[in-house]
């Protein structure tokens, strides 16, 4: 079994700064990619950013130049850094896990979710 616990979430004035953090514990053996996703009232769920074993990253176009994934391999850890928010911005912002266990069965872990409001 594996838990992801995610904080930083909370109430901030457009242009302002946020930073979430996601960390995995229990049976989780080997992490591929840990990302955070979105979804806003009424709208389907979507990528925000993923980052891979080997560093690699991958960013919504609507966050490009403004959010910076990044994580900590030995700390199991993925941070969100958001920068410049804005209203559109607001959502719960939900941590997501792939990897394998140590019989290397497929994991895909979500978090519960964490709410970002942006609004003055």
């Known amino acids: 079994q594996v838990q992801l616990v995610e904080s930083g979430g909370g109430l901030v004035q457009p242009g302002g700064s946020l930073r979430l953090s996601c960390t995995a514990s229990g049976s989780i053996f080997i992490i591929n990619a840990m990302g955070w996703y979105r979804q806003a009232p009424g709208k389907q769920r979507e990528l925000v950013a993923t980052?891979?074993?080997?560093?690699?990253?991958n960013y919504a176009d609507s966050v490009k130049g403004r959010f910076t994934i990044s994580s900590d391999n030995a700390k199991n850890t993925v941070v969100l850094q958001m920068n410049s928010l804005k209203p559109e911005d607001t959502a719960f912002y939900y941590c997501?896990?792939?990897?394998?266990?140590?019989?290397?069965?497929?994991?895909?872990?979500w978090g519960q979710g964490t709410l970002v409001t942006v609004s003055s």
């Open positions: 997501n896990v792939a990897g394998s266990d140590s019989r290397y069965r497929y994991l895909d872990v």
């Open positions: 980052i891979f074993s080997g560093g690699s990253t």
